[in-house]
């Protein structure tokens, strides 16, 4: 009892900590804390994450090429901008996902891309749980959010003219078949999502709470009573403990990151509002995800830099046309420049993973980043081949630094969905089967 | 060791004071315990009961003081039962004295009187607890009015020794329990729904756009679809007025008959007037009074005799109205798609608003030459902007080609123009071209493609809605009618927020179309971000207006469709915002309101308090926005212990004082969790409030009002449930499907919703508890009635009828009920032993010990076996040490023989061997199939039955296992019962108004009445 109440005393109690939004915070942020119980457990190994990127209606398949292994891999001008990280790199070519095609355009090619369910048509929407939600399920029980699903465009709901809705457009992540994970489109608040007064951390809030309801009847009980309410409140106190351990990530991130003597990377909280210009927008979403895997905060996020059928544009590549319409001329210079661009995102979300040291290597070795399109050629919404790039080795899961290529495989050799077993695999969730598939990706 | 409960202990209770003797003292009763009883279990029992190995655990050594009697009574008041039976010492052992043997016999019987007149009224000790996860499914449900069952994901709750799930000896909490607890009720928090006046519930979570749009859509779909607009109704609802003497109602009027044939009061006196009144010489109208006037007169008072006739009106009503209809463009400006919002919304509302009118171009002058079909323009030509309404051109097209194929309607002789074209504007006024549009594509009004878009407007990618049901509203509903679809359309709004989700799409992806940047490109995001403030949408209607304007060409129609569209943007999300800010206090209101009923009590002004103090803390501090504080308030209530325990809070704290009355509001509580396993309603809290319910006038009424509604097929279900133990039927997965196809997922509901729905009738109809042993009816719905060989019952297995006759059958009663002779089969065989002893245990309440460890096992398929079960069973029974048991229940098993493994009748075994039905009782008696246990039971162990239902009923009512001062009211409850003809009501009126029911206390418990089973 004591013990306990000392413990109590030592700590700051829970909702002084808790923050506004609007508050300007910069990382580190919990070193004024002390993080009580078990915290000298070092990590016997550490987290695995995997981040999603995706752009929709096609790349300038002229410029997207990939030959090679090692220090002999080529990559054409679109793929060129990771060629400082080429070595970290797997280039995959020739996969597909039988579904999507077949039913029209866009929407229906699109709705189904990490999950490979069987997208419905008309006003009831019908969906899969992706890739994403079913590593996040597994692996983000004990993380601040189970994953994070950012955008840089806000979703649409209308109707195609293919009468999919046009949520298949705008999502990419699927928490059930009958609905979306909502998109955060603001920086600030994907920032807060991640600290104090969000997430899982909420329910601490509830939980205090609960405990004083609890401990203002206990007065009111007999003794009797007061033995089955006990129960109560210790069942309360241990899942609290449980959530509590959540907070001593930062504290894990920053010795891990000891050995290169560089503390954890720190950020400013956003500003609220969308930002004015895309590259801004974008690159803040990879810095959120960047210092969310770095902290521990999630192992799992998504970032829909641009949607199927966007309707972004892009005065700063001097195109004039929005993502869309220029997608319907894809082989220019100017569609080769905006994906060019949005790949570019990809890089520069591994660069700043890779250069956040953890245990001898760095965080991006940790993780399995997947950058994909829906589409192969915008002007002919060919989806028979899908662009798709893996960054990350995965904790040494996932070899590196190769050019693979499917197109020959034949069609049941070279399912996305088998890509997604592979990738599981290496996320320690075992299935029989994802969407189509039933068998692993080979020579992956 | 072999238990059997003392049966008909109220003679036991009752001998020595009806011999007249003085009740022996404690003093007395200790000192023969000394004398005599110690004396004589050392002398003959101790040898086997005795020590670390004592037999059957039973030792009766370690008993030195009539305290470890009192404490253990349910052990000695069974070895007083084997005494008496003789089956105690064993033959082969010394035998007593007869003498001394009643001695001891009548010690333990004494024993247990003193015992239960010391403590009498004593309401034992009634534990908090959780709510079981029955309890918490259906207070959930009460309270949020959606069947959410959020503890499906919890454990499996475990019975108390008296077979019950609601009591706090077996229900307890664990942190992973906890945690489930939470998902649970974030779970509920998660389907709330913010309205403008409160909160409510939907079937699914509310966190996404597209689940905030189904549930909103969904209820204004569904009002439509409910109301009555097909035109053959109405015809046949005026035929009948017009034959309402023929048909027997000469009394009737418009409003009588329309209330009768279910459809609009408003509109069917139109509807009269236009077809039987009016004085029409040409047009449509005048084409339906001719049909109308050789409709068929009724024949024998058949009401629908015209229905055919009144269907081809319809047909023709419905031709004429396709034919005439007038179709309107978007406005032409050039620069900009026809698609354009606020262009597509003005075509839309001449629509909406110009129903009740009619095209005159469609009628054919004689002497005037036929229109000639316009090229339909092809619809690559869409994507040019600029382009005049394609879409409308081509229906137009379809439509002039349409009249052409059909021209009979339409001709007009010449010179008569005017006399037709007035007699179309009154059928077009009467005869809407549509009463509302459910859905709409965008190649709208042609809805050949494009189904499906429920309220949608109809716009290319872009979402939006557009309400189009004028003539709904003037013609067919009424006052409250009216109102109430206005109120699901400005929820649709607050809830679903689709207007300003249309504008910002429309902003972020079309708006660019004003600046010439192509139709899928959007406006540059405004630094300030308030893209729906009204400066930044009436600055994009000012650059809408200045480029109409730009253009002398335009139409002038265009300007005004700018002017509306976006004001219409502009009110529409100003009043959205107005309408938040007004909700918000009342949202509060709604979650102290909740809090209220969640705690099933009411909320002190400190309670309140500290409610919204918490709210306004995780909004203000935590930076919630006002819907998340709202659920994670919810959240809080849900996880209080105020809500999810259960405890009767005494108005003064009292730990092991002498019993206590309940308060109000406990009382209600207790009320409400025995008969409707639920939170209490608000007549009953409202009743504890005004103080009254602890008058016994009111708690009967009370009672009796709760046994008549719905809810009561809980108490079906939980009591009778746990009771028969089929109450985890509806998961029994031990049939083997391919042997007996016809078990199916809605057979199996159906065989457990068969006790449910008998008992329900039972408690429902007051009827004598003794028809769950003789009743000659059952319940069945037509899965049920197939497997019965029973005549067909048709509809969906939800209908269920009563069979009178199910005796017939081989049915009737519980007994020969399938779900308890499907349960007690192992599968592929039928089980004599687990059916007798289901009926002997279950159902007469006789306390049989486990078998022991080493029993030769039966074989799993019946078809396989050398013999049938009946000969393997009496086999088995040659063996002394089995037969002690098994001759207690095998013949109440054997006689069901001719009820197969899925509980149906049969004359042969799975071997093809004829199956024999007829067994020798206990009793020596003897008896077949159903009728002869019925008898048996009849003539010996009606009263164990009896005995059993008011030891259960009370177990069940108190939440607790029973106790030996439990055995008055348990006297008074089987008296009552005798004398009320073994009905229910009197029972359960006698259990609430038990002391135990009452009042409350502290403290240790006494001995419990009878050993634990299992």
Redesign the interface.
């Known amino acids: 009892m004591a013990a306990q109440d000392q413990q109590k005393n030592n700590r700051i109690p829970r909702?002084a900590v808790?923050?506004?939004?609007?508050v300007t915070m910069a990382l580190p942020w919990l070193e004024s804390l002390q993080v009580r119980g078990a915290t000298t457990k070092a990590p016997t190994a550490f987290p695995k994450r995997f981040g999603v990127m995706f752009m929709g209606c096609g790349v300038n398949e002229n410029q997207w090429s990939s030959t090679g292994d090692g220090a002999e891999m080529k990559l054409s001008k679109t793929l060129s901008v990771l060629e400082p990280l080429k070595h970290k790199v797997n280039v995959i070519d020739g996969l597909y996902l039988k579904m999507a095609t077949g039913q029209g355009i866009h929407p229906a090619q699109t709705g189904s891309l990490l999950s490979g369910a069987v997208i419905h048509?008309?006003?009831?929407?019908h969906a899969g749980t992706t890739i994403d939600q079913v590593m996040a399920n597994k692996v983000g029980q004990d993380t601040a959010q189970q994953s994070l699903v950012l955008a840089c465009?806000?979703?649409?709901?209308?109707?195609?003219?293919t009468?999919f809705?046009?949520?298949y457009s705008s999502h990419i992540s699927w928490q059930s078949a009958?609905?979306?994970?909502?998109n955060e489109v603001y920086p600030s608040l994907a920032w807060?999502s991640l600290f104090?007064?969000r997430g899982s951390l909420?329910?601490l809030?509830?939980?205090d709470?609960?405990k004083?309801?609890?401990g203002a009847?206990s007065?009111?009980?007999?003794?009797?009573?007061k033995s089955?309410?006990d129960?109560?409140m210790?069942?309360?106190r241990?899942?609290e403990r449980?959530i509590e351990k959540t907070r001593e990530t930062k504290t894990a991130a920053d010795d891990a990151a000891k050995g290169k003597s560089k503390p954890a990377w720190a950020m400013d909280r956003p500003s609220?509002?969308?930002p004015?210009d895309l590259r801004e927008h974008a690159r803040l979403m990879c810095d959120i995800i960047a210092i969310a895997f770095q902290t521990d905060k999630t192992r799992v996020a998504t970032l829909l830099l641009a949607r199927d059928?966007s309707?972004l544009?892009y005065p700063f590549l001097n195109v004039?046309?929005?993502h869309?319409?220029a997608s319907h001329d894809n082989l220019s210079d100017g569609y080769e420049r905006i994906t060019r661009f949005h790949l570019g995102q990809l890089a520069y979300l591994a660069g700043k993973l890779d250069a956040m040291p953890e245990g001898e290597g760095t965080v991006l070795d940790n993780t399995c980043l997947m950058w994909l399109n829906n589409l192969w050629s915008g002007r002919k919404h060919d989806n028979t081949r899908l662009p798709l790039v893996l960054v990350g080795g995965m904790g040494g899961a996932l070899k590196t630094g190769r050019s693979l290529n499917y197109m020959k495989a034949g069609n049941e050799n070279r399912k996305l969905c088998s890509l997604y077993l592979s990738l599981l695999d290496r996320m320690d969730i075992k299935l029989d089967r994802f969407g189509d598939a039933t068998e692993r990706l080979t020579d992956l | 060791m072999h238990f059997r409960r003392i049966a008909r202990v109220s003679l036991l209770l009752a001998a020595p004071l009806a011999a007249g003797a003085a009740p022996a003292t404690e003093v007395e009763l200790e000192r023969r315990f000394a004398q005599t009883v110690r004396p004589f279990v050392t002398t003959y029992c101790v040898s086997c009961h005795g020590g670390k190995s004592a037999a059957a655990q039973f030792d009766l050594q370690s008993y030195e003081k009539m305290a470890d009697v009192v404490r253990d009574h349910p052990h000695w008041a069974l070895l007083a039962d084997r005494l008496r039976a003789g089956d105690m010492p064993p033959k082969p052992m010394k035998q007593p004295d007869a003498a001394v043997k009643q001695q001891v016999i009548d010690w333990v019987g004494e024993v247990r009187s003193h015992e239960a007149r010391k403590h009498a009224g004593d309401p034992g000790?009634v534990?908090?607890?959780?709510l079981s996860n029955a309890e918490y499914n259906y207070t959930i449900r009460d309270l949020t009015g959606v069947d959410i069952r959020p503890a499906r994901e919890f454990p499996v709750d475990p019975a108390n020794p008296e077979g019950f799930d609601n009591s706090?000896e077996s229900l307890?909490?664990?942190?992973s329990?906890?945690?489930k607890y939470?998902q649970a009720a974030r779970e509920v928090a998660n389907q709330m729904v913010l309205k403008p006046d409160g909160i409510a519930f939907a079937p699914?979570?509310m966190?996404?756009?597209?689940?905030r749009?189904?549930y909103t859509?969904q209820r204004i779909v569904n009002f439509y679809e409910q109301q009555p607009t097909d035109y053959a109704d109405y015809f046949l609802a005026a035929w009948r007025y017009k034959h309402r003497a023929a048909l027997g109602k000469p009394a009737a009027t418009l409003a009588s008959v329309a209330a009768e044939s279910k459809v609009s009061p408003k509109y069917l006196p139109m509807i009269w007037q236009a077809i039987a009144v009016s004085k029409e010489e040409v047009g449509p109208l005048a084409k339906l009074q001719s049909m109308w006037l050789v409709l068929p007169a009724p024949q024998r008072g058949q009401d629908d005799l015209a229905k055919d006739g009144c269907v081809a009106m319809r047909d023709y009503a419905v031709r004429v109205r396709e034919l005439i209809a007038k179709h309107y463009y978007s406005p032409i400006m050039r620069g900009l798609s026809s698609t354009s919002q606020p262009l597509m919304n003005w075509k839309l509302n001449q629509f909406a608003n110009r129903r009740r009118e009619y095209d005159r171009g469609a009628l054919l002058l004689e002497g005037e030459g036929l229109p000639t079909v316009p090229e339909s323009p092809k619809s690559g030509a869409f994507f040019i902007p600029g382009n005049f309404d394609i879409v409308g051109r081509q229906a137009q097209a379809k439509l002039i080609k349409a009249r052409l194929a059909d021209q009979e309607p339409l001709r007009v002789p010449a010179g008569q123009r005017e006399k037709y074209a007035a007699a179309f504007a009154r059928f077009a006024n009467v005869f809407p071209d549509a009463f509302y549009i459910r859905?709409r594509?965008?190649f709208f009004p042609d809805l050949t493609?494009?189904?499906?878009?429920?309220l949608?407007a109809g716009?290319?990618?872009?979402?939006?809605y557009f309400r189009d049901d004028l003539p709904l509203r003037q013609l067919i509903l009424n006052e409250k009618q009216t109102k109430e679809l206005e109120t699901l359309w400005a929820e649709f709004d607050f809830i679903a927020d689709h207007t300003i989700?249309t504008y910002?799409?429309y902003f972020?992806?079309?708006s660019?179309e004003i600046l010439g940047?192509?139709r899928?490109?959007?406006s540059?995001?405004p630094?300030?971000?308030a893209i729906t403030d009204s400066r930044v949408i009436f600055g994009l209607r000012d650059q809408y207006l200045a480029k109409a304007a730009s253009n002398p060409q335009n139409d002038p129609l265009v300007k005004e469709a700018i002017e509306a569209h976006f004001s219409f943007v502009n009110a529409a999300i100003r009043a959205v915002e107005k309408a938040r800010a007004e909700a918000e206090p009342k949202h509060l209101a709604a979650l102290t309101d909740f809090a209220q009923r969640a705690y099933r009590r009411p909320l002190t002004v400190a309670e309140k308090a500290?409610l919204l103090a918490?709210y306004k803390?995780?909004r203000?501090?935590?930076?919630?926005t006002h819907e998340e504080a709202m659920r994670?308030s919810l959240?809080?209530v849900l996880?209080?212990?105020?809500f999810c325990?259960r405890?009767d809070?005494?108005d003064t704290?009292?730990?092991?004082a002498p019993a206590q009355r309940l308060p109000a509001f406990a009382l209600a509580n207790r009320l409400s969790y025995f008969l409707w396993s639920s939170a209490p309603d608000e007549t009953l809290l409202k009743k504890a409030a005004a103080g009254q319910l602890q008058q016994p006038a009111v708690l009967m009424a009370e009672v009796r009002r709760m046994l008549k509604d719905d809810r009561a097929q809980r108490f079906a279900t939980e009591f009778a449930g746990h009771w028969f133990d089929f109450r985890r039927f509806e998961e029994h997965n031990a049939v083997d499907r391919t042997r007996f196809p016809q078990f199916n997922n809605d057979l199996r509901q159906a065989m457990f919703d068969e006790p449910v729905r008998f008992i329900s009738n039972l408690i429902q109809t007051d009827g004598s508890a003794l028809d769950l042993l003789y009743g000659k009816y059952t319940f069945v719905n037509p899965p049920l009635a197939k497997h019965y060989g029973m005549p067909e019952v048709t509809g969906k297995p939800d209908h269920w009828v009563r069979v009178d006759d199910a005796k017939n059958y081989g049915r009737g009663g519980l007994l020969a009920m399938s779900v308890f002779l499907t349960q007690n089969a192992p599968g592929l065989r039928t089980s004599p032993v687990k059916r007798g002893y289901w009926v002997a245990k279950r159902v007469l309440g006789e306390a049989i010990p486990p078998p022991p460890p080493a029993v030769p096992e039966l074989p799993q398929d019946e078809a396989k076996a050398d013999l049938p079960l009946r000969e393997m069973l009496a086999k088995h029974r040659e063996n002394p040490s089995c037969a002690a048991c098994h001759a207690r229940f095998d013949s109440l098993g054997l006689v069901f023989e001719g009820y197969g493994p899925v509980g149906e009748k049969r004359d042969k075994d799975l071997a093809g061997r004829p199956v024999e039905v007829q067994a020798t009782f206990p009793d020596g008696s003897q008896g077949a199939g159903l009728d002869g246990v019925q008898t048996y039971i009849r003539a010996k162990r009606e009263k164990d039955f009896q005995d059993n239902l008011c030891r259960k009923l009370l177990a069940y009512a108190l939440g607790r296992s029973l106790i030996l001062s439990d055995e008055i009211t348990i006297d008074r409850m089987r008296a009552r019962m005798v004398a009320s003809g073994n009905r229910f009501a009197p029972l359960i009126e006698t259990v609430v108004t038990s002391p135990q029911f009452l009042t409350k206390r502290?403290?240790e418990p006494h001995g419990r009445t009878r050993p634990t089973e299992e």
């Open positions: 909702r808790l923050r506004g939004a609007g048509r008309g006003p009831i929407i465009e806000q979703p649409m709901t209308g109707y195609h003219e009468n809705s046009m949520a009958d609905s979306p994970v909502p807060d104090e007064n909420r329910n809030s509830i939980l709470r609960v004083d309801r609890a009847l007065t009111k009980i007999s003794a009797t009573d089955k309410l129960e109560y210790t069942s309360v241990e899942v449980r609220n509002g969308l004015e059928l309707a544009y004039k046309e929005g869309h319409a | 000790i534990l908090a607890r959780r706090g307890s909490m664990s942190p329990l906890l945690n939470l699914h979570p966190l996404v756009e597209t689940d749009e189904k859509i859905e594509g965008r493609q494009d189904k499906g878009r429920l949608s716009f290319h990618n872009v979402m939006g989700r910002t799409q972020f992806n079309q660019g940047n192509g899928e490109s959007g540059e995001r630094a300030d971000m500290d918490y803390e995780i203000e501090k935590s930076g919630l994670d959240v809080g996880m209080s212990p105020d325990y405890i809070l005494l704290r009292s730990s092991n502290g403290g």
